[in-house]
């Protein structure tokens, strides 16, 4: 049995995963709900990266770290601090090692939908609907609407990524073809070169733990 640590992105809270980790368990697999702290403007990536640290017992062993969106850009930080047997890269941002978010995203602006900068979900309904669950049924993208937040990533995005090399731990990629948010062929063609993966596909939006919970909980148990 297998331990899944799900990290949650810059707009949805920890209640986001609700409805992967039942499924996750129907798979014989058990879950921990990484909480990013909201609340601190001026988190580093030290400091979110400790907050999951936090999430996973002392004394598990066989954890996966799950990544989705933003925290993709995390989970190289826990895994060069504590031993995992995998990190799995959820239609996520992958760092660089040597440069900022920002000095990536102006070096290739292709990493994000050019419609999807600006937005802020936690605020707009409409855009929370249109660019993260655009392919959800009704109920459960009225639901979802219920987990929306903003993660303070402003200080994160400025900074030199503060590891030196990559961790040596698998990586697997989850790439979501209907993606409104990250561009699913930059996500393709960053985790064949930086992760050294084929990546993943799987026919959603950028929240397939939401759309698609049964599915993305095959996926991930195939992994272990």
Known sequence: MSLFCLVHGSTENAAGWDLLVPELESQGQRAVRAELPTD???????????????????????????????SGYLLPLVAAQRSVRRMVFLAAMLPEI???????L????????????????????????????????????KWALTTLIRLPLERVANEVYPLQEWPGVASSYIVCSQDRTINAEWSRRTARERLGVNPIE????????????????KILSDLT
């Open 40 to 70: 601190d403007p001026q988190a580093d990536a030290g400091r979110y990266a400790d907050a999951i640290l936090s999430a996973i017992p002392a004394d598990a062993e066989d954890v996966l770290l799950v990544g989705h969106s933003g």
């Open 98 to 104: 040597g440069k900022s978010f920002l000095e990536q």
């Open 106 to 141: 102006r070096a290739d602006p292709t990493i994000l939908n050019p419609e999807w900068i600006g937005k802020d979900p936690s605020r707009d309904d409409r855009a929370a609907i249109d660019f993260l669950f655009h392919d959800c049924p009704p109920e459960v993208a």
């Open 202 to 217: 799987l026919e959603s939006g950028h929240c397939p733990h939401v759309s698609q919970p049964k599915k993305l909980a």
